[in-house]
């Protein structure tokens, strides 16, 4: 029995090559023989192939062409160059529609990735392996695979193919023994934030004498995800210490159970699961867990993927990535201060209408898949950000801060935010568009505490180069002054 959802993994996945294996085998023995080929060994073999096409230089009457060779030689004295030239052209056709029908059997092609989660400009090494599991050599074979950005320049062995989508190919020829197996790898670097989709790839091979080839596209899909770039807080123009407001708390009603700070005696009002069983069993009586007042803060950020006041008007692609990257860069900061941070975007999530939605958690794993959602975030809107702060804000615990990243600030955005205020909702308004907010140069709605980043701020200076998220917590803690010291001579 596996013991770990690894293990599990490991097992089902070298059952499926099993099953693999022995189709091929099925449908290899049906060739030979000539039998019918039983279809859920065709599907069990190749897997889910999104297109198959053949192509040949053979011409149907070859074969009739040879029988009268044959009949010629035969007629005429049992001419031998006739015979042999026609039992030449059959054994010909035989053999290369033979090892056409099993050139693309028993072949695999396997791509391995160092990681799927990557910063903007950071390197993916990419290894694929091909397989040919079978008696049966090829003399070549071709696999093109589809991808979203070149590899690096200086791999000889890849040929580029840029197409008016901006998709690539990435190509291997090479002949291949029975039962040989071959490792090629590659770089990648994606330049921008996104959900990146790496094929499918076309298997391409044919017979010894070149006179037929087999070509066959597999729906072999891997993804990778690129977060958005991420900047110390300072770089942006926001303060580095305390940027929304006061956080300090003299007494809370509430309590962090991940913060314990001692024990005590039991008490019929204390709930059982607060007991310390460990220190119960030693001192020989119940004993109760005490826990620090909590003090952690709550932040909800959300993100307005509109760049103008109107749908229709278009979107400017540039704010659009200094939103997100701000957005991204906020959630980084609330996840190195330990607080609950979660993100909000009225974007919609890949292959569906419906809005992004991470709600807050202290979790380990709560950066990556904030990052993650934010780097699918699209120029398309579901609906208007003040709406959604209105329908998400009474889910939010009571004490969290509603931070909006926003390019546009409309009156729609204002009203929904001084509701937020009015209802005791710490409220962080942060604009991103060349001109201040309307309220800030008016003076009006003090009580809304805002930030305007335009396009001018350090961190978006052409040659810049962004950060990671370690690197942005980092630069976060100070550097100490060098102390100069003075040798004294010793006489």
């Known amino acids: 029995m596996p013991e770990s959802i690894h293990d599990l993994q490991l097992v089902v996945r070298e059952n499926q090559r099993e099953a693999m294996r022995q189709a091929r085998q099925n449908l290899m023995l049906a060739a030979a023989t000539g039998k ?3 279809m859920a060994d065709v599907a069990q073999a190749r897997g889910l192939v999104l297109r198959e096409r053949e192509n040949s230089i053979f011409s149907d009457a070859w074969v009739p062409l040879a029988a009268l060779f044959v009949l010629i030689g035969l007629a005429a004295g049992r001419n031998a160059g006739f015979i042999a030239l026609g039992i030449a052209l059959l054994l010909i056709v035989a053999v290369s529609t033979l090892w056409k029908n099993l050139s693309l059997f028993g072949v695999a092609y396997e791509r391995r990735f160092d990681r799927t989660r990557v910063f903007p400009g950071e390197p993916v090494e990419m290894t694929v392996t ?15 695979d589809n991808l979203p950005v070149p590899p690096d320049a200086a791999d000889s062995l890849v040929n580029l193919t840029s197409e008016l989508v901006g998709d690539f190919t990435y190509q291997n020829i090479f002949s291949m023994q029975s039962h040989e197996r071959v490792e090629r790898t590659t770089t990648l670097r994606f330049p921008v934030r996104g959900y990146y989709k790496i094929g499918p790839v076309i298997y391409e091979s044919g017979d010894i004498f070149t006179l037929f080839t087999i070509e066959r596209e597999h729906a072999y899909i891997d993804r990778l995800v690129v977060y958005p770039q991420i900047w ?3 770089e942006l123009g926001l303060p580095p210490k305390e940027p929304f407001g006061e956080l300090r708390v003299r007494q809370s009603l509430f309590t962090d159970p991940i913060r314990t700070r001692g024990i005590r005696d039991y008490s019929p009002q204390d709930r059982f699961r607060d007991v ?3 220190a119960s069993a030693r001192r020989g009586h119940l004993q109760t867990k005490v826990y620090d007042p909590s003090t952690g803060m709550t932040m909800a950020v959300f993100l ?3 760049t103008f006041a109107r749908h229709w008007m278009g979107f400017d692609p540039d704010l659009l990535e200094r939103a997100v990257s701000v957005a991204a860069s906020i959630c980084n900061y609330g996840v190195q201060q330990g607080w609950g941070v979660g993100v909000y975007a009225n974007g919609a999530v890949p292959n569906s209408d419906q809005p992004i939605r991470v709600p807050p958690g202290r979790a ?24 959604m702060l209105l329908r998400e804000s009474p889910q939010l615990p009571w004490v969290s801060t509603v931070v909006l990243v926003t390019a546009v600030v409309t009156d729609e955005i204002l009203i929904a935010l001084l509701r937020l205020h009015e209802a005791g909702r710490r409220v962080v308004l942060i604009a991103l568009g060349d001109e201040p907010p309307p309220h800030v140069a008016t003076g009006r709605l ?4 805002t930030y305007h980043i335009p396009s001018t701020a350090p961190a978006f200076q052409a040659g810049r180069r962004s ?3 370690t690197q942005a917590a980092l630069s976060s803690i100070p550097t100490p002054e060098p102390v100069q010291l003075e040798l004294e001579a010793v006489e």
Do not use: C, Y
């Not at 091909?130 to 696999?143: E, S, V």
């Not at 380990?364 to 699918?376: F, I, R």
């Open 467 to 469: 950060a990671t998220a």
């Open 364 to 387: 380990p794993d709560q950066l990556g898949n904030v990052l993650e959602a934010l780097a699918v975030v699209t120029e398309f809107a579901t609906g208007s950000i003040s709406n």
């Open 276 to 278: 310390h069983w460990k």
């Open 36 to 38: 019918g080929m039983d």
């Open 304 to 306: 307005n993927v509109a």
């Open 232 to 234: 110390p807080l300072d």
């Open 446 to 449: 003090e009580t809304i505490l």
């Open 130 to 144: 091909m397989q040919n599991d079978k008696l049966l050599p090829l003399t070549w074979l071709r696999f093109r």
